[in-house]
């Protein structure tokens, strides 16, 4: 069984940063991509950044390019997402998801199969 947890969130100023985590479980880690999307009050989900199984490659939303970084650990089956210079509108939960399929399609339809409970990150102006 696909498991996923999210650690990390927080309060925290504008221009600040965090670094979130989300240990994955129950599954060949190296032959999924795992996605970080967030949501906030009273709007859709948003893909913001996605990291490819096996080929580690990265991918980023134009809202956070520049500003967040996603990183793994394959060996401890962790994936990281570095948050910087951060804003209001950043202010979302923060969800971690695990899916077979290719990072751009992920992030295109935020349609996977799997994800974690998240974490809250709250921007104070």
């Known amino acids: 069984e696909v498991q996923l947890v999210e650690s990390g969130g927080g309060l925290v100023q504008a221009g600040g940063s965090l670094r979130l985590s989300c240990a994955a479980s129950?599954?060949?880690?190296?032959?999924?991509?795992i996605i970080w999307f967030r949501q906030a009050p009273g709007k859709e989900r948003e893909g913001v950044s996605c990291?490819?199984?096996?080929?580690?490659?990265?991918y980023y939303a134009d809202s956070v390019k520049g500003r967040f970084t996603i990183s793994s650990d394959n060996a401890k089956k962790m994936v990281y997402l570095q948050i910087s210079s951060l804003k209001p509108e950043d202010t979302a939960v923060y969800y971690c998801?695990?899916?077979?399929?290719?990072?751009?399609?992920?992030?295109?339809?935020?349609?996977?199969?799997?994800w974690g409970q998240g974490t809250q990150v709250t921007v104070s102006s």
């Open positions: 998801a695990a899916d077979t399929a290719h990072c751009w399609y992920l992030l295109g339809s935020l349609n996977f199969r799997s």
């Open positions: 129950g599954f060949t880690f190296d032959d999924y991509s």
């Open positions: 990291i490819g199984g096996g080929d580690g490659r990265t």
